[in-house]
């Protein structure tokens, strides 16, 4: 798939404010400052189409983008440690979770994952959470161009290692950098063949 056109749409801090859900959905996710935006710009080949910042927490809504005019790609705010106060980051909780467990059209989260680290509690809370509630995901590596390949290699075991300790199937994996555009094309052929199943 190539993406022609990336229009941003709205931001949301209700479900019931997104778009109508007509067309097939994709929310990425992850903890705060895992290369979110600067990989959701990579895919759209839109500098600016997700804002970046160093600062965890910057994204707060739900952000719609219509992709080729056929589906959504959605920005939701990122988990974990942000420089908020906790009555903030539990009302970000509330509006992710009510998002994903009621959105109709949501055909798979796309949960991201910061390749240079070891398996974080927040991630597996949250990828367990998917699991129970039957959301499909898929576990998307980042910021791959940071490690070498035996260090790449070597963190992607112990991940795996980790998960099948209370995990019998492992969830998709697709690995990606945002700077030198590794797993693009399989994470848009990906969405491309599940578009068919909406």
């Known amino acids: 798939m190539k993406i022609k056109e990336a229009i941003f749409l709205t931001s949301s801090t209700k479900t019931s404010q997104c778009p109508k859900p007509e067309k ?3 929310a ?3 903890r705060s400052n895992v290369g979110k935006s600067s990989l959701i710009n990579f895919l759209t080949g839109r500098k600016k ?3 970046i910042s160093t600062t965890p927490g910057k994204t707060i809504t739900i952000n719609h983008f219509e992709i080729n005019n056929e589906w959504y790609l959605v ?4 988990y974990g440690y942000a420089k908020r106060s906790k009555t903030d980051r539990k009302n970000w909780e509330k509006m992710i ?5 009621t959105r109709s059209n ?6 991201l994952i910061d390749s240079r680290h070891k398996p974080q509690k927040s991630d597996l809370e949250f990828m367990k959470w998917l699991a129970i509630s039957e959301i499909p995901f898929v576990l998307t590596f980042t910021k791959t161009d940071k490690l070498n390949r035996n260090k790449l290699e070597s963190n992607l075991s112990f991940y795996k290692n980790e998960l099948k300790q209370s995990w019998e199937v492992l969830p998709p994996i697709i ?3 945002a700077h030198s555009g590794i797993g693009s094309e399989i994470l848009l052929n990906y969405i491309d063949n599940t578009n068919q199943l909406f």
Request: aromatic fraction near 14%; charged fraction near 20%.
């Open 106 to 111: 949501l055909m798979n989260v796309f949960l």
């Open 75 to 78: 920005d939701l705010p990122g």
């Open 175 to 177: 690995v990606t950098s």
């Open 28 to 30: 990425f996710i992850g």
């Open 49 to 51: 189409l997700a804002k």
């Open 24 to 26: 097939p959905e994709y």
């Open 97 to 101: 979770r009510d998002y994903i467990l």
